[in-house]
């Protein structure tokens, strides 16, 4: 079983950190950087997906300020490479309705989905997540999603 070493307190004075393991170089190194904690959490979901969706195995620690030190909020979340699952079959159409079309659309209602999802701070999701997000984003229309999106935003900034 391979072991890794716990992820490195950051350089310089206390802000928010996201620290990303490379088990191909066996080192740690900052990945994003704020002032303010949101911006980071973003940066992490979207990196987050970028890795997984390449097939990459993906261990996180997230460092920030706390009573003027150094502390790290989240324990290092490590994710196995998950395999690629079928593209889901396509909606049906409305009559007259281009296809190319239609699947930007269903494309955009599901990006605008994990990008909240992402800015409610879950940016690991598994692939029962992702189907569950594909599952909305068949039955909602593009101003159901919008809403649900918002929730979820507004959720992320409490």
């Known amino acids: 079983m391979e072991t890794r070493p716990e992820s490195p307190q950051p350089q310089g ?3 928010w950190v996201a620290m990303l393991y490379r088990p191909a170089s066996n080192s740690w190194r900052a990945a994003a950087e704020s002032p303010h904690r949101p911006p980071v959490l973003y ?18 620690a997230l460092w ?10 989240d324990t290092a979340l490590t994710t ?3 395999s690629p699952q079928p593209a889901p079959a396509p909606a049906a159409e409305s009559p007259g309705e281009p296809a190319p079309l239609a699947a930007r659309m269903t494309g955009r209602r599901h990006q605008v989905l994990m990008a909240a999802l992402g800015k409610a701070g879950l940016y690991d999701l598994t692939p ?8 909305l984003v068949e039955r909602l229309d593009e101003p159901a999603v919008r809403r649900v999106a918002h929730w979820l935003a507004t959720a992320g900034t409490g």
């Open 13 to 15: 004075a206390p802000r």
């Open 43 to 60: 940066a992490l979901g979207e990196m987050t997906q970028t890795l997984r969706a390449r097939g990459d195995e993906i261990t996180v």
């Open 64 to 73: 920030g300020p706390k009573d003027g030190a150094w502390h790290l909020f």
């Open 80 to 82: 196995q490479p998950v």
């Open 128 to 135: 029962e997540d992702d189907t569950t997000v594909q599952a």
